[in-house]
Each structure stands twice: as C-alpha cells, then as structure tokens.
C-alpha cells in the first residue's frame, strides 16, 4: 500500500547510506531549458496547469479541466544546526529537506558540527498538475535539485542548480525537484504552484539505496564567514 513519505523526523533515526554525488550547474537561461526557466519578475511567467486526464476514450472538454488555477504563499527555508527544514505556507507543507553531515546520526539541531558545502538529500517529488515558480525574496544564491520527467527515475540523471539569486526559477509540471536549499542561514521565496498540487515521491533511500550529496558552492566559491 502506497502510502505519503513522512517528512519531519529525526534524521539521527535514518539509517547511514552510500553517498551520490550530483552535479552542480550554474543556473542559466541555457542550462535550464527543457528543466523551466530563469525569471526576472514573478509575473513574467505563466503557471502552467495540466489539464485534468481523461480516463476514456472521450476527450475532456477544451474549456475545462483546468480551471484549478494556482495558489501563493511563502516557502520558507532554514537550518537549525546541521539540518534543513523548509516550510511551504502555499500548501501548508512543513519538512525536513535534508541534512549537512555525511552519516544523519552525528547531524545536531542545535548548532552546526561541519561546514554547509553540501545538502545529504533523502527524497524527490514531482508534481504532474502544474508548474512552480520559487523566486528570492532575498537577493542570496540557492539551490535547486532537479531531474527530468518520468517515472522510471534514474540517479544520474539527477542535477542541482546554482541560482546566484537575482532571478527566480521556475519548473515545469512533471519536473522532479526538493525545495530550496538556502546558502545562508534563512532564505525565503515566493511560491507559486498548481492548487491541486498532486506529488508524485521517491524515497531515495528505499528505492536506490543512497541518498544524495547537494554541493552548496560552486567549486572555488568561499564560505562566507
């Protein structure tokens, strides 16, 4: 029985996993077509809304099953100590994005035991309703796990944008994702998404055995004190 991932926990209780590494992309217009796109203002992008399936050979009705629309609200990224927890006010969505230490045993709330270089990534989703736009409300770098639609995932297929933070980023429906990783304490952005908001989820760990390292920083980039 399939069953919704359980996103807030303590990740001392997950067990240690080999490590994959993804690949950092620096975020622009041409490295994220076929992903979405880069955006200078919220309402320069339209939020795409998937029309509603037929579920025979009768075709839905053109002026309808996609009247849905989209909803607004605030995503919310933030670490305490060495884990990252997101809250998506859109949605009313609260988890634990990930953590920074290799095995989640030794990750602590209460201040950082390691250098943030990196995001240890247990879960992706997608959302075959509509789009997302995730755009800074501070002008900080983020990033932004990715991979391309289908089902039958694969982890090399898997990327993760640097976006330098004077644009937002939007990806189209069916786009595998995690929220926002902040390069800074606390990060929040406007969210814009399908209000059906349908998720489709992998859980790393149980369907592939590991679990992912996000770099944070370009390579050369400096932690900044």
């Given at each position: ?87 998506n ?39 075959p ?36 933070g ?47 390292s ?12």
């Amino acid at each position: 029985m399939v069953t919704a991932p359980q996103y807030l926990f303590n990740p001392a209780d997950k067990p240690a996993r080999r490590l994959h590494r993804v690949p950092l992309v620096i975020a622009t217009d041409t490295s994220v077509k076929g992903y979405g796109a880069l955006v200078n203002h919220p309402d320069d992008i339209e939020i795409e809304i998937v029309r509603w399936p037929a579920t025979g050979w009768r075709a839905v009705d053109e002026d309808s099953g996609d009247e849905g629309g989209w909803v607004e609200g605030i995503f919310h990224g933030e670490w305490q100590g060495d884990v990252l927890y997101g809250r998506n006010d859109a949605v009313s969505g609260h988890y634990v994005l990930g953590w920074s230490t290799d095995d989640p045993a030794t990750a602590r709330t209460e201040h950082p035991s390691c250098d943030r270089n990196q995001v240890i990534l247990w879960h992706l989703n997608y959302h075959p309703d509509g789009g997302q736009l995730f755009f800074p409300q501070q002008p900080e770098p983020f990033v932004v796990p990715v991979a391309l639609p289908g089902d039958d995932l694969a982890l090399e297929q898997v990327i993760a944008f640097w976006c330098d933070g004077t644009k937002g980023l939007y990806i189209h429906p069916g786009i595998w994702h995690e929220g926002i990783f902040p390069t800074s304490d606390r990060q929040s952005f406007l969210d814009r998404q399908g209000r059906v908001h349908a998720r489709i989820s992998c859980d790393l760990a149980e369907e592939f055995g590991v679990y992912l390292s996000v770099p944070l920083m370009p390579p050369g980039a400096k932690v900044r004190d």
